[in-house]
C-alpha cells in the first residue's frame, strides 16, 4: 500500500496567541507535533489567535476574544464562551476550509470543539493536555470518545485515568526536538531550576523553600500570569536565593536550563504531563518532582532524577543532596529514546491512518 502525504489543520488553543506562553506547555507540543508530521510528509496549516508567531508552517491569524484558561474554571457546571469568542471563530474557519483537509487536529482543552466533532465532515482528533478538571469538560470528553473511538488523546496514562472514561482515551505521549538541546555534561556552577507559568497550580512555593534551606540559587523561567502569587512568594521566602530569568524562548531557555544542576518540578495539580521535564533531560538535567501525575511515568526514580511524595520539601533537599548519584548523559540518552520527535511522529501517524480510515469506512457504510 502506497503511503499518503495528509492534509492537516491545527487549532491552537484559544487562550492565548501561539509564543505568548499564555497556553503553556501546549505552544510548544503543537508546534513539535507539526514539525513530526511534516518531517514524515505531510502537510501542516496552523490556526491560531490573532498576534500568534512560529516559525514552523503556515499560520493563520484569527481575531476574538480569548477563552478564560480551564485551570481557573476548577469544578465549573457550565461553560463560558465570550461574545465574538476566537475560539467560535476559529472553528467557523475550519468549517469553512475543512474540505482542503484530511483531518482537522484540535489543541483547546474546551467543550465546543469536542461538542462538534460529529458534525464536521472530517475527522478531528482532540489533543488534551490537562487532567480532568471539571465535570462539564468530562461529561463532553465521555460522550464524544463513546461517539467518536480514538478520537480523543492525552499524554500520559496519569491523565487519561482522572477522566470518567479514561479508557477510551489514546495514550501518545510527546516529542521533542531533541537536536534543539544541548547537552550539558557539568554545570559551572551548582544551581536549580524551575520552569513553567507562575501559578498557583504549578505549586513554585515548594521550589523557593528547598531553594531556602539548601542555600542553592534558584533560576525561575516562565510567564508570570499571577503576579499577586509571585510576589508573595518572594515575601515568604525572603533568605532564598532567586532569580527571574523571563520567559525565554526554547533556545534561550536550553542554554540556561543546561547550566543548572537539577529542575524542580513541584506542581500541587495532577500534572498532565509536564513538557520542561523532558526539555531538561535533552540538555542533561535531572529532575526532582512528585510522585505524581504524568512527571510518574517520566522521571526514573534514582536515575534520571528522584520523586518525592506531593508537597514534601524535606523530600526535596534530600533529593537534591543525592543529585551526585545522577549521570547527566542517562537523561539525555532517555530524551532520544522515547521523546525524539521520530518515535513521536510514528505514533501521531499511526493515530491518524485510524482515524481517517474509521471515518471513510463509516462514510461508505
Ligand atoms: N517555557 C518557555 N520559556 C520559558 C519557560 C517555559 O518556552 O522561559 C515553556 C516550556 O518550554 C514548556 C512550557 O513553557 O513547553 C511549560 O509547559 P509544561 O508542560 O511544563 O507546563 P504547563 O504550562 O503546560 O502547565
Known amino acids: 500500500m502506497t503511503k499518503?502525504?495528509?492534509?492537516?489543520?491545527?487549532?491552537?488553543?484559544?487562550?492565548?496567541a501561539l509564543g505568548s506562553g499564555i497556553g503553556g506547555g501546549v505552544e510548544l507540543t503543537l508546534q513539535n507535533a507539526a514539525k513530526a508530521l511534516m518531517a514524515k510528509g505531510h502537510e501542516v496549516e496552523i490556526v491560531a489567535p490573532e498576534g500568534s508567531v512560529t516559525n514552523v508552517t503556515k499560520l493563520t491569524?484569527?481575531?476574538?476574544?480569548?477563552?478564560?484558561?480551564?485551570?481557573?474554571?476548577?469544578?465549573?457546571?457550565?461553560?463560558?464562551?465570550?461574545?465574538?469568542?476566537?475560539?467560535?471563530?476559529?472553528?467557523?474557519?475550519?468549517?469553512?476550509?475543512?474540505?482542503?483537509?484530511?483531518?482537522?487536529f484540535n489543541f483547546a482543552y474546551d467543550w465546543l470543539p469536542l461538542y462538534l466533532t460529529p458534525f464536521f465532515n472530517r475527522p478531528i482528533a482532540h489533543w488534551i493536555s490537562m487532567s480532568s478538571l471539571s465535570p462539564v469538560m468530562d461529561a463532553m470528553v465521555s460522550k464524544i470518545s463513546g461517539i467518536c473511538p480514538d478520537a480523543i488523546a492525552v499524554n500520559t496514562r496519569a491523565c487519561a485515568d482522572t477522566f470518567s472514561h479514561g479508557d477510551r482515551l489514546m495514550i501518545m505521549g510527546k516529542g521533542i526536538d531533541v537536536n534543539q538541546y544541548n547537552f550539558i555534561a557539568k554545570p559551572k556552577n551548582p544551581s536549580l531550576a524551575w520552569v513553567g507559568r507562575i501559578s498557583p497550580e504549578k505549586g513554585l512555593e515548594d521550589a523557593a523553600s528547598a531553594a531556602q534551606s539548601t542555600g542553592l540559587p534558584?533560576?525561575?523561567?516562565?510567564?508570570?500570569?499571577?503576579?499577586?502569587?509571585?510576589?508573595?512568594?518572594?515575601?515568604?521566602?525572603?533568605?532564598?536565593?532567586?532569580?527571574?530569568?523571563?520567559f525565554l524562548s526554547t533556545d534561550n531557555l536550553q542554554q540556561k536550563l543546561g547550566q543548572c544542576s537539577a529542575l524542580l518540578m513541584t506542581p500541587r495539580w495532577i500534572e498532565a504531563f509536564g513538557n520542561a521535564a523532558i526539555e531538561a533531560f535533552a540538555c542533561g538535567v535531572p529532575v526532582i518532582s512528585y510522585s505524581s501525575g504524568g512527571l510518574k511515568e517520566i522521571v526514573r526514580h534514582g536515575k534520571t532524577g528522584f520523586l518525592v511524595k506531593m508537597g514534601s520539601v524535606p523530600g526535596l533537599v534530600k533529593a537534591i543532596?543525592?543529585?551526585?548519584q545522577i549521570d547527566r548523559f542517562t537523561c539525555r540518552q532517555q530524551v532520544e529514546a522515547e521523546y525524539s520527535l521520530?518515535?513521536?511522529?510514528?505514533?501521531?501517524?499511526?493515530?491518524?491512518?485510524?482515524?481517517?480510515?474509521?471515518?471513510?469506512?463509516?462514510?461508505?457504510?
Open 4 to 16: 499518503r502525504n495528509y492534509r492537516l489543520l491545527f487549532l491552537s488553543t484559544p487562550v492565548g
Open 61 to 104: 491569524q484569527i481575531s476574538g476574544n480569548m477563552q478564560t484558561s480551564a485551570q481557573t474554571q476548577v469544578g465549573a457546571d457550565m461553560v463560558v464562551i465570550p461574545q465574538n469568542s476566537v475560539l467560535e471563530n476559529m472553528w467557523s474557519y475550519a468549517r469553512e476550509s475543512q474540505n482542503q483537509f484530511d483531518l482537522l
Open 218 to 246: 534558584l533560576h525561575v523561567f516562565g510567564l508570570i500570569q499571577d503576579e499577586g502569587y509571585w510576589q508573595k512568594i518572594q515575601t515568604s521566602f525572603p533568605k532564598a536565593e532567586i532569580y527571574y530569568e523571563g
Open 321 to 324: 543532596d543525592q543529585l551526585d
Open 342 to 365: 521520530e518515535v513521536w511522529g510514528d505514533r501521531l501517524e499511526k493515530w491518524f491512518d485510524k482515524l481517517i480510515s474509521n471515518y471513510s469506512n463509516a462514510r461508505i457504510s
